[in-house]
């Protein structure tokens, strides 16, 4: 293919602009899209109010006048004859143009118009006449030195001499099957669109291209890893688990049982399972990975489940112990603080084989844990775990299956992308009977009405949380801290109710044992920073308030609240702000974590959610992840498929897209 540098009109120093603004290539060159599109359209200057955007035509009718201010500023003001009568145009730092601005000249001026001055204060010019109809106009991303025009002269000129020499990356059935136009064709309107319905129709086009090269090869690498890593597999005794899920306290919802047969599938499968479980907080998610212990146990392999706190863990050990109550499973508990003494026959009992089923935390993945033949790793709440983390314990076994879970929940989208190489399961369903937490916004103003509310709680022998985004006092004074509620806090209830604190820069026995007193109700009021964030169940706990909610994602104030709403009993969530209220109306009105992790995308943007690392490699050309779910999925389902069929192999485009996997 040509260099930038063969283009003709392309010298040196237009080549490092272009390469400034990430255009290294012709293909970079034509696929360097409009970030936007302006529409010019002749306004009726008789319509159109203050705010709105202009557009008018006419003919230079008097010499510019420069005017200079301080600081290097500058303002043009001239005279322009239009078809609606004579007006007044006024632009900032544009005396440059004065010289092509002779009288008669056409120009078309964007901007905004003061009737009563008669004046159009323009952002914009442009020189031409508007036609009758109206007009697309790109924008580009540029960089000083390159002007649109110029910029988009460059594309122009690019896309007719080497148009036909662009990449296809759609095998032609599927451009047949989709009645996709030939490429060359949907870049050329992608540039100078001439009306909006084939610009979508391009743009749907190269969008679908884009996605499935994306998922060609998310999807390559998968089954790659899938033909490397053979894992277990298992013909257990399904009606035994059957037998468990009918004696539990309550029915299973029907995502939990879907999920459950994906997993259980998966175990069967000779295949090494690598899978999510994506659930909002209290969806029910753990009895799902108990269940798959336990068929891991029926099938003779041990299993172990890694929590990111100790807390946790112990939580978990109590609960599953409760559920395989009277079950010959000898289950133990393997967390930091277990003495050495204490330690010992544990490790014994993982390397013999006796143990079956261990619950832990980081203690898990020690070098001096060795199992006898672990075929199941479990990791809660996957995301707080560095990846290398969850590597380790991969690798304690033979092949073991991996089963992750997340408690937050990430869009379908962003899911199909970042979870590319795991296999998603989703439960959405609640638990029948679950009341939504009742949540209310209140200004800080208010916090009479607040603390009348706790009362009533406290009253009937109801816990309470109070989150704080901060510890103490620092630079940032106007934020409230743990410490200077622990006082308030005080002031209002101390004489009749028990008040504690937890926060992360506690040491974690100290932090355990007061989390346990309010588990055991001895504290009535947890005033804490968003420790208690991650899977705490305290069923007695009926109120969470936050301070300063405005500090926190949408996400992180989901989490939160779901530590509340835990039993049958009516809980509610007072988020404090002064500010930002619009966006914690939000969480008002809404209960579904995944439509929240959507609002926090849009208003954020996905670094929150992720951490930047996982997100930077998501940024596509033309998709747009928000709005393109379909197109993705579409793809990845495409994508698959013609990777599978052997009938392809050959295809010059599976070729090439294979070896740009393994050159990437
Ligand atoms: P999460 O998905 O947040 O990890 P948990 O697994 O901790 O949720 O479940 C929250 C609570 O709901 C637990 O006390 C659990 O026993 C209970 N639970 C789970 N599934 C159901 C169900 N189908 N019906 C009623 N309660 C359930
Ligand atoms: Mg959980």
Redesign the pocket.
């Known amino acids: 293919m040509v260099q930038l540098s063969e283009v003709k009109g392309i010298g040196p120093k237009t080549e490092m602009l272009l390469n400034k603004i990430g255009i290294f290539s012709i293909d970079d060159m034509v696929t360097h899209y409009p970030f936007r599109y302006d529409v010019l359209k002749r306004s009726d200057l008789k319509e159109v109010t203050e705010e709105e955007r202009v557009v008018i035509d006419g003919k230079v009718e008097s010499i510019p006048l420069i005017v200079r201010f301080r600081g290097g500023l500058n303002k043009l003001n001239f005279r322009l004859a239009t078809n609606q009568g004579p007006i007044g145009v006024s632009i900032f730092n544009r005396a440059f143009l004065k010289p092509n601005l002779g009288i008669g000249t056409s120009i078309i001026v964007i901007g905004k118009f003061d009737r009563k001055k008669n004046i159009l204060n323009a952002s914009d010019i442009k020189f031409g006449t508007l036609s009758n109809q109206e007009k697309i106009e790109p924008v580009y991303h540029t960089t000083s030195g390159l002007n649109q025009k110029t910029l988009s002269g460059y594309i122009n000129n690019v896309l007719l001499k080497y148009g036909n020499e662009i990449e296809e990356n759609v095998p032609r059935y599927l451009l047949d099957k989709y009645n996709f136009l030939n490429k060359k064709t949907a870049l050329n309107i992608v540039h100078n669109p001439p009306n909006f319905d084939k610009l979508k129709e391009a743009s749907l086009r190269l969008k679908y291209e884009e996605l499935f090269e994306f998922m060609f090869k998310i999807n390559y690498l998968r089954l790659e890893k899938e033909k490397s890593e053979l894992g277990i597999t298992r013909d257990g005794d399904k009606t035994k688990l059957d037998k468990i899920i009918e004696k539990l306290p ?4 029907n995502d ?1 049982l879907k999920v459950l047969d994906e997993i259980i599938e998966d175990l069967n499968s000779k295949r090494r399972m690598n899978r999510i479980i994506q ?9 799902v990975a108990f269940l798959a212990m336990y068929y891991n146990y029926l099938c003779g392999y041990q299993s172990a489940l890694m929590a990111p706190t100790e807390i946790l863990a112990i939580q978990h050990y109590n609960n599953i112990k409760e559920l395989f109550k009277g079950k010959n499973i000898n289950i133990e508990l393997l967390t930091g603080s277990i003495t050495k003494k204490d330690k010992k026959p544990i490790y014994e009992g993982l390397k013999d084989g006796s143990i079956n089923i261990v619950i832990g935390t980081h203690a898990l993945i020690q070098d001096e844990v060795e199992y006898h033949n672990l075929g199941l790793v479990v990791t809660d709440e996957q995301h707080r775990f560095g990846v290398n983390q969850r590597t380790n314990l991969k690798n304690k076994g033979i092949r073991p299956d991996v089963l992750y ?1 997340s ?1 937050t929940p990430i869009p379908r989208t962003y899911a199909l992308t970042i979870y590319g190489d795991m296999d998603v399961s989703i ?1 959405k369903e609640m ?3 679950r009341k939504p937490v009742k949540t209310i916004v209140r200004k800080e103003s208010e916090i009479k009405d607040v603390l009348e509310r706790m009362h009533k709680e406290l009253q009937q022998n109801h816990q309470i949380y109070v989150i704080a985004p901060l510890i103490e006092d620092s630079e940032n004074v106007d934020l409230t801290t743990v410490y200077n509620l622990r006082d308030k806090m005080n002031l209002a209830f101390g004489s009749k109710y028990k008040i504690d604190i937890v926060h992360g820069k506690m040491a974690s026995p100290a932090k355990d044992l007061i989390m346990n007193e309010f588990k055991q109700n001895k504290v009535n009021i947890l005033i804490s920073t968003t420790v208690i964030e991650v ?1 705490v ?1 305290v069923p007695n706990a009926t109120m969470m308030v936050i301070f300063d909610a405005n500090r926190f994602g949408l996400s992180t104030l989901h989490q939160l609240r ?1 530590r509340v709403g ?1 039993s049958d009993l009516e809980s509610s969530c007072i988020l404090i702000s002064n500010s930002d209220t619009k966006r914690l109306e939000i969480m008002e009105n809404t209960y579904d974590g995944f439509v929240i992790s959507e609002e926090d995308f849009k208003l954020r943007g996905s670094g929150d959610i992720f951490g930047t690392k996982q997100s930077g490699d998501m940024s596509f050309k033309i998709a747009n992840l928000k709005s393109d779910y379909k197109i993705l999925s579409q793809a990845k389902k495409d994508s698959l498929d013609y990777l599978k069929d052997t009938n392809y192999d050959n295809d010059p485009i599976k070729i090439r897209l294979v070896n740009s996997v393994k050159t990437d």
Not at 250 to 253: I, N, R, S, V, Y
Not at 279 to 287: A, C, L, N, P, Y
Request: glycine share 24%; proline share 4%.
């Open positions: 309550f029915a299973l919802t939990q659930g909002d907080v209290g969806s029910g998610k753990t009895i879970m408690a439960i638990p029948k009977g899977g169940d779901g835990r």
